[in-house]
């Protein structure tokens, strides 16, 4: 076991006081930033090619949740992206459907109604995202009408300010509040790593969040340079990885923002494999944030069976 | 003993400096993603320099650049596009010595000779400089229609446009295939002759220091016959110019290819490039977009 080897006999005796989890976020060992750079960088060189290509870019394509979170979304732009989670490319149905639709939580029931009987499901942000700057009992009832209205995953925002001035307990106590008030919903626990400034951070933040009962751990909102990077996005799957040798329990992992091109996605596949291992390539267990990485996967696919190179004109604006 | 810099003398004779060129893609000069080059050589047969050899992913970059440069590049006044188009033509001038060995060199022409193709080369640019604000009144029109509408057609550019210069002239063929594209707001992924690229490079140069917009013009040096498929098979180019390809067979296939997503397609045909080049190469790159106005009854 690579982090936890610092005297912890029980991850269950870690949580019972603030205490003993600010020693044992404390006690983690440092992240080695050279390193994990270095790693990150390593593993985006693999050249990944036809067959294993295509493979590629349609697992990409089922792991991403389709997302739109702007303060000028409408329920006619929500209908029109659960139509592309749908059918993403229209001139080809043999490309997968995504694997969810992520919206703010008062357009969850028009997502959910546009999704019904697809398979796809809607995700819902809360807790005041972005900034997580409210009251818990507004974060809890965010919550709660999210998962009324139909969300299937919650994907909350930490308490950053908390995190950063060591009151680990607070956030502790937020998530496992959250956790509960989603009931029944996939959580994922967006860590805003943009601001957590560093890499010892993240890995602490992965940890508290997993003990508190996070089902994935996210690296961003998207409204925060920078959003998700590789080497972040290593750190976390260490943590994934780690927490998996020592509980059996398998937390998913989600990059999001700031990934646009099949390219990338492909790199973030790559690292999955070889950090957090094969079981991990899996919608169930790693999804992408994103939107316009969509039409880039398509176009790569598009390429691949074609032959020649596909133009942007020929897919759906988002 | 420290090596340092003298003047050569005739026991020490100066270290040649033989260049590898680059491409010219999105206002910078990348070498080609797949790491070849090839010899450049003079009329003779003597090595004038290294030049980069384009692959087809270089041609794919080098479309997402101008397709990236279009929207601004299009998005200017008619006006300033002349401007800037004048700007090359001084700043070819500046180069004229330069251009005008390359082209002796490349073509075998006397340097006297070759002046005159650079001066016919600037005087080119300064020409169709001159049609940026004067091509809408001339092929635009206004329409006499049956109705209470003010009808009128006005030109606008097509999009990216590929274009294969052509292999034998290289400076004041290149100009003349790329100018009349850009001038009307179009893009251009230009790909240089084969044998002679060197003046290719330097227009590169010229653009990259005048105030052309990167990816306005991108100039790969390398194999239309290689590069050439990809771009007339490209959905995200709109017009094709086949003017380097020299097999008639070729220049169908690409024909073919380029009928995917309805490309203009401009055929190789015999030029005389010293000559009056009149609009046909203006008006191959254009839509014309027309626009019923209603008026007051």
């Known amino acids: 076991m690579t982090t936890l080897d610092s005297g912890v006999d029980s991850l269950a005796d870690v949580t019972s006081s603030e205490d003993r989890l600010r020693r044992f976020l404390l006690g983690l060992p440092g992240v080695d930033q050279v390193g994990a750079e270095a790693r990150a960088a390593t593993l985006g060189t693999r050249s990944i090619k036809t067959t294993a290509k295509a493979y590629a870019l349609d697992l990409a394509i089922s792991m991403i949740d389709l997302t739109t979170l702007e303060g000028q979304d409408t329920p006619g732009k929500v209908r029109a ?90 956030v502790f106590d937020e998530i496992t509040a959250i956790r509960e008030a989603a009931g029944d919903a996939h959580l994922k626990v967006i860590l805003e790593t943009g601001e957590l400034v560093t890499y010892d951070n993240v890995r602490r933040a992965s940890w508290l969040a997993m003990l508190a009962g996070a089902d994935f751990i996210k690296t961003s909102t998207g409204k925060v340079s920078p959003a998700a990077t590789l080497p972040v996005t290593l750190v976390m799957l260490e943590a994934v990885r780690d927490y998996h040798e020592a509980t059996g329990l398998r ?5 999001a923002g700031g990934i646009r091109t099949a390219k990338d996605a492909i790199k973030y596949l790559v690292t999955v494999n070889e950090t957090a291992g094969p079981d991990w390539l899996d919608p169930e267990l790693f999804r992408f944030g994103a939107s316009s990485l969509l039409n880039d996967l398509l176009m790569q696919r598009t390429k691949l069976a074609t032959g020649h190179y596909p133009g942007p004109d020929y897919f759906t604006l988002d | 003993m420290v090596w340092r810099p003298t003047l050569p003398t005739k026991d ?36 004038l320099a290294n030049a980069s ?29 002349g401007q800037v188009l004048y700007r090359i033509a001084e ?121 052309v917009p990167g990816g306005v013009v991108n100039i790969l040096t390398g194999s239309a016959s290689e590069v050439g498929p990809w771009l007339a098979s490209h959905m995200d180019v709109n017009a094709i110019d086949l003017c380097g390809i020299v097999d008639p067979e070729e220049a169908t296939e690409l024909e073919i290819a ?20 009149g609009l046909s190469r203006l008006t191959q790159y254009l839509e014309l977009k027309t626009v019923w106005h209603p008026i007051g009854v």
């Open chain 1, 81 to 170: 992206l659960c139509a592309k989670a749908k059918r993403p490319d229209p001139a080809d149905p043999t490309a997968p459907q995504v694997a969810a639709v992520c919206v703010y939580p008062d357009l969850v029931a028009t997502a959910k109604h546009e999704l019904k009987g697809s398979g796809i499901n809607v995700a819902s942000v809360a807790t005041a995202f972005p900034s997580g700057r409210s009251s818990l009992a507004i974060k809890v009832q965010d919550t709660k009408d999210a998962v009324a209205a139909g969300a299937d995953e919650v994907d909350m925002v930490i308490d950053r300010g908390a995190f950063l001035s060591g009151r680990y307990g607070l």
């Open chain 1, 251 to 255: 937390i998913g992992v989600k990059p």
């Open chain 2, 12 to 47: 020490t004779p100066r270290l040649e400096v033989r260049k590898t060129y680059k491409l010219y893609v999105g206002g910078a000069f990348p070498r080609s993603e797949s790491g070849r080059s090839y010899v450049v050589t003079d009329a003779k047969g003597k090595f």
């Open chain 2, 91 to 211: 700043v070819m001038e500046g180069r004229h010595q330069q251009f005008s060995l390359e082209v002796s060199q490349s073509e075998g022409l006397s340097i006297s000779k070759a002046r005159v193709v650079v001066d016919a080369s600037i005087d080119r640019w300064v020409w169709y400089a001159g049609w940026a604000d004067k091509l809408a009144q001339v092929v635009g029109s206004s329409n006499p229609v049956a109705g209470p509408y003010f009808d009128f057609s006005l030109p606008e550019a097509t999009g990216v446009v590929a274009v294969l210069a052509p292999q034998d002239s290289s400076l004041l063929g290149l100009t003349s295939v790329i100018a009349p594209a850009i001038v009307s707001g179009n893009t251009v992924v230009a790909v240089s002759s084969y044998e002679r690229p060197l003046p290719a490079i330097t227009l590169g140069e010229v653009m990259a220091t005048s105030d």
């Open chain 2, 258 to 277: 380029a009928a995917d997503n309805l490309k203009r397609v401009r055929r190789p045909a015999e030029e005389d490039w010293s000559a009056d080049q």
């Open chain 2, 53 to 81: 050899q384009a692959s087809r992913k270089d041609a794919r970059d080098a479309v997402v650049a101008a397709r990236k440069a279009f929207a601004g590049w299009h998005a200017r006044t008619a006006y300033n596009r």
